[in-house]
């Protein structure tokens, strides 16, 4: 899970959608449909788009991304192994939304996925719904370096649940996503409860929706860093 070593820039746009770059790629993360959750279009270029499902209106939409950017489906482009796209590593873990939650249809599948960009490994949860697979836990275990945490409950992973997969995968970086925003229209969990149970010893509250990782200078013990939502 090699890649090359450049500090990179990760931003917050809203619910599941981040922007990370370096000086040689960007990559937008599961883009939301504008006018479905309330949240503005993202309206800038990017290399890469990366998406848990294409089924999903609140993670699946690229439409709003400018620069005609590759757009992979981790549920169904990338093979077991793996697979490199505009230099960028990923793996796929495929799950499903909560198999619990009614949603009055059927979960839809889904995949959470693992890239490597300026050499800073990065999960996203994508949009799973139950407790992580013990096979998946088992192979990120100590491979990730940022973890794009689902901390909204209710459809999506529950606390208890994420709190498990935390303290095996191991993140030296938390940031939390897919919360209750005023701006959105999903009635799920404000960041506040999870950060809630967790020590304010190990909480950062960011002043902006954007910031710089060198992967040679991760904390030694675990942050959980919260963005502001720039969308």
Do not use: C
Request: glycine share 6%.
């Amino acid at each position: 899970m090699d890649g090359k070593t450049k500090p990179m820039k990760i931003t917050f746009y809203a619910h599941a959608s981040f922007r990370l770059e370096t000086p040689e790629v960007s990559i937008v993360t599961d883009p939301y449909t504008p006018e479905v959750p309330g949240f503005e279009p993202i309206d800038e270029p990017a290399d890469l788009v990366i998406m848990s499902s294409a089924t999903d209106r609140f993670h699946s939409d690229p439409s709003h991304v400018r620069n005609q950017p590759t757009v992979v489906n981790a549920l169904l482009d990338v093979p077991p192994k793996g697979i490199t796209v505009r230099g960028v590593p990923i793996w796929a873990f495929p799950t499903s939304e909560s198999l619990t939650f009614d949603y009055r249809r059927d979960p839809d599948a889904n995949a959470m996925y693992l890239f490597t960009i300026g050499g800073v490994r990065v999960l996203h949860m994508g949009d799973v719904g139950n407790a992580i697979e013990p096979a998946s836990l088992e192979v990120l275990a100590g491979q990730v370096d940022v973890l794009l945490a689902l901390t909204g409950a209710h459809a999506t992973i529950g606390l208890e649940d994420l709190d498990q997969a935390v303290a095996v995968i191991e993140p030296r970086i938390i940031i939390p996503m897919h919360y209750w925003n005023p701006r959105g229209v999903l009635k799920i969990e404000p960041v506040d409860q999870f950060l809630g149970r967790h020590p304010d010893r190990l909480i950062i509250h960011h002043d902006g929706g954007a910031l710089t990782i060198d992967p040679g200078q991760l904390p030694e013990a675990p942050q959980i860093v919260v963005l502001r939502p720039t969308r």
